[in-house]
C-alpha cells in the first residue's frame, strides 16, 4: 500500500486504505471516475485511528460492473470535536518487477498500475 489518491483500474478488486491520525465517525471512501462524477460510496462508519483496509470492487452505485480507467478515492470522516477530516489513502498494486536506482542504490519498484516507486515508500504489504 502507498500513499496516493488515483486509482488506475484494470478489472477485479484493488485494495485501498485509510491512514488516521485520529479516531474518526462516520467515515465515507468516495470514488470518483476521471471526470470527477462520482462513481461509488463506500460507509466505513467509525474507524479508530491507524491505517484500515478495504476493497474496491469495480461495481458502480447501480451496481453494473465499471469499465477500466483511472479513477479516484477520497475519504472523510468526522473527529471527537465534530470537525471534517481527510484522511490519507493509500492505493494497493502488485509488484511486477524490481529495479536499483543508480544514483541512490535503492530498490524501485514497478507496479502494475503503471507506478514506479522506492521501495521505502511502502506502507504496508497486503496480498
Known amino acids: 500500500m502507498v500513499a496516493g489518491n488515483t486509482i ?6 484493488v485494495v485501498l486504505g485509510a491512514n488516521l491520525a485520529n479516531p474518526l465517525q462516520g467515515v465515507v471512501a468516495t470514488i470518483k471516475d476521471a471526470s470527477g462524477t462520482v462513481v461509488g460510496t463506500a460507509e466505513l462508519g ?3 485511528s491507524g491505517m484500515t483496509n478495504f476493497i474496491f470492487d469495480g461495481v458502480d452505485a447501480s451496481g453494473e460492473a465499471m469499465p477500466n480507467g ?7 470522516g468526522k473527529n471527537n470535536a465534530g470537525a471534517n477530516e481527510s484522511p490519507t489513502p493509500y492505493v494497493g498494486s502488485p509488484v511486477v518487477s524490481i529495479m536499483k536506482d543508480g544514483s541512490s542504490g535503492q530498490a524501485v519498484l514497478k507496479l502494475a498500475d503503471g507506478r514506479s516507486i522506492k521501495a521505502s515508500e511502502v506502507t504496508q504489504w497486503v496480498n
Open 8 to 13: 488506475n483500474f484494470t478489472g477485479g478488486e
Open 70 to 76: 483511472v479513477y479516484r478515492v477520497e475519504i472523510s
Open 46 to 48: 467509525n474507524l479508530n
